[in-house]
């Protein structure tokens, strides 16, 4: 389009632009902003696309890239909405998506997981829909590389770098609370709030099984024979012809057989420790397991023990941390979606989830020195949800603010600026 042109559609080719700006930059932003709210979902996706392509790395690594990828792709949607960096945002995105475009083609055509992850939690698209979707935004990304320019942006250039700074510090301190704690917002089966167990319900006829997929070929296995970690957990594949499944949790006794409504209470003061990797429980921590369960059962309630194992692996923890609670097997990724973390609490009153919170983010001293059930101090994880309305408020009041200021000074440059050519038109006139 030459400049005349550019000239002639001035208004449209403005609104055009920031309609993309805006559309696709939210895009980046709600990808973004899911992945780092539940960090640990973001790791283990990327774990999951690790072990297909056999190039397993340790987790910090992992998770490093994890941050970075979720952070990067926050921080440059913002910048694209606003129009800051209107040429660098725009080129980092087109080199994200020289990466994702091909991913996903991959993944539509070879199908090597059953959601890509984008969105997270937050939204499942199919890999059909994510490769299209991947080629609308890389479409829209090189005509914004051409007339973004063109258009204003909504902050002036010296200012910018505090949206950056403000954006990054917003994403960072979500991500960090997310992995040592718990997501802020729980997009997962077992919210806080929910029931693990209806009351009413009747499981014991159902048999639970779990569907796993290798090298495009998909196998259903019983919980007492579960494959190797070379296959990918797809979905649980119960038959519940006769009784309807009121849970997505199924529990295990060391011999394999379903005891999830004799496991899970469903009445009175319960919290369960979740170990959804063995390979990574932490035994310090058994101590302070055992003085809990005291605490609990002198108080009637009642600790138990839902770990990702086998049989040998259920004994060898109650040999090594001396547990004289009841320990369960169930399936690792359900675990995963109960609770985040290497090791995790959930507490339940009357068989509802009140809270969850990350084991190495208990203190665990003054948790024991102040526990009761019926106090307040028996909630030991804040409410993640409303700290991050309470972070996201400062977050546009800030932007607000700095948008004001902004605003303030270009106001003030164009008087002065108008001040100073009437007032040298009149020396002119003056002088003719």
Sequence with gaps: MTDTAVRENGPWLKA????LRIAVGLVFVSSGLAKTIDLWGTLYKMEEYLKVWHMLQPRSIVLMGAMALSGAEFVL?????????RRTSVWLLLAMMAGMLPLSLYIYLAN????????????????????????AITAALI??????RRIRPLFSPWIQWVVV??????????GLYGYNVQPMVDFRSFPIGSELVRSDADLTTMRASFIYEKDDKRQVFDMDDLPDSTWTYVDRADDNTQAPAYTEMAVYNEYGDEVTLDALPTTGHTIILVIPEMSRAVISYTYF???????LTASDGELLALVAGSATEI????????AVYPVYAAESTLLKELARGSMALVAMTDGRIDWKVNLSAVDTDKFISTFSPDSAT????????????????????FLVALYILDSTGRLLKWRLKRRHASKSIGETRNND
């Design 112 to 135: 090597p997981v059953s959601d890509c992850g984008c969105f997270g939690d937050l939204i499942h698209l199919s890999n059909s829909a994510t490769f299209w979707k991947n080629i």
């Design 77 to 85: 949607g913002v910048l694209l909405t606003f129009g800051c960096y």
């Design 315 to 322: 004994k060898a923890w109650r040999d090594m941390s001396m």
């Design 16 to 19: 055009a632009v920031i309609l």
């Design 165 to 174: 700074a403000l954006s990054v510090a917003y994403a960072l301190i979500i």
């Design 289 to 295: 397991l055992n003085e809990l369960n005291d605490k």
């Design 143 to 148: 005509w914004l590389a051409i007339y973004n």
């Design 378 to 397: 028996y909630s030991i994880a804040s409410n993640g949800s409303s700290l991050l309305r309470s972070l996201t408020l400062m977050y546009v009041l």
